[in-house]
């Protein structure tokens, strides 16, 4: 029948969505690739229908690839028969491991039908959580930054996997970044952490990211500033008021 990558959000039971939730509660068998996916998708799913799949802790491609190969032969047979269920924190299109296993599926057992339910991923969940506000016409960078990689270039980025915060840090602030930093939002396993102080970070987490924003962007949107006025428009042109027909015209930036 059918296999579903389902997206967990950032780690936060509450922040799974409705779609995904049903999909776990109806799903014959859900996999998780670790332990805290394991620990979301249990708030919905019993132990007795958790899958076991092993992902050894490697970068040998070659190593990586007969992982997959077989978490896809163990996966495929259930999900020809029934439903399965793949879980990923986040979002299964965001740096995520779906990706490995619906590529290998589609080279080796192209006959399962896949199909993702999105969640929340920490590329939004950051906003709130870091007080940070991407506003409208802005551009937004995704960069991983392991073992104290800085990448820099563009205005305003994200940041993820910052396992060397230290090093990561000084060389974001010699180029002209600020930063501030988010330790397992959102996350109910471990403590959450944000700062800018990157002497609270010393210990390495994977679940580490960075919001990095050039220093003096000249990028104030319009509601920045008001001005006292007595409901009097700019330059003098008085405001109009509407008793919410449909029919009125729209002020610049505005929508009906």
């Known amino acids: 029948m059918?296999?579903?990558?389902?997206?967990?959000?950032?780690?936060?039971?509450?922040?799974?969505?409705?779609?995904?939730?049903?999909?776990?509660?109806?799903a014959d068998v859900v996999y998780t690739p670790g332990r805290l996916s394991r620990s979301v998708?249990?708030?919905?799913?019993?132990?007795?229908?958790?899958?076991?799949?092993?992902?050894?802790?490697?970068?040998?491609?070659?190593?990586?690839?007969?992982?997959?190969?077989?978490?896809?032969?163990?996966?495929?047979?259930?999900?020809?028969?029934?439903?399965a269920a793949f879980v990923t924190?986040?979002?299964?299109?965001?740096?995520?491991?779906f990706g490995h296993l619906r590529r290998t599926l589609d080279a080796?057992?192209?006959?399962?039908?896949?199909?993702?339910?999105?969640?929340?991923?920490?590329?939004?969940?950051?906003?709130?959580a870091l007080g940070?506000?991407?506003?409208?016409?802005?551009?937004?960078?995704?960069?991983?930054?392991?073992?104290?990689?800085?990448?820099?270039g563009p205005d305003r980025m994200v940041l993820f996997k910052v396992t060397d915060v230290p090093a990561t840090h000084e060389r974001l602030v010699d180029a002209g970044y600020d930063v501030v930093y988010g330790r397992r939002l959102y996350m109910e396993q471990g403590e959450t952490v944000v700062t800018d102080d990157p002497e609270e970070l010393t210990e390495r987490d994977y679940y580490t990211l960075?919001?990095?924003?050039?220093?003096e962007l000249d990028a104030e949107?319009?509601?920045?500033?008001f001005e006292a006025a007595d409901e009097r428009g700019e330059a003098g042109t008085a405001v109009e008021t509407t008793d919410g027909d449909a029919s009125a015209d729209v002020s610049a930036g505005g929508q009906r």
């Open 2 to 26: 059918t296999l579903y990558g389902v997206g967990l959000g950032p780690g936060d039971a509450d922040l799974v969505t409705v779609r995904g939730r049903e999909v776990l509660e109806t």
């Open 41 to 83: 998708a249990t708030t919905y799913v019993d132990e007795d229908r958790i899958g076991d799949l092993d992902f050894p802790m490697t970068r040998d491609e070659d190593e990586l690839r007969r992982a997959w190969k077989a978490a896809a032969a163990e996966i495929a047979p259930r999900a020809r028969d029934g439903t």
């Open 89 to 97: 924190l986040g979002d299964p299109n965001v740096y995520s491991t």
């Open 108 to 128: 080796f057992h192209p006959d399962v039908t896949v199909e993702t339910v999105p969640g929340v991923s920490a590329v939004s969940a950051f906003t709130t």
């Open 132 to 152: 940070v506000e991407v506003a409208a016409g802005a551009s937004l960078t995704l960069h991983e930054a392991a073992r104290g990689a800085a990448p820099t």
């Open 210 to 215: 960075a919001y990095a924003e050039k220093r």
């Open 221 to 225: 949107p319009a509601t920045a500033t």
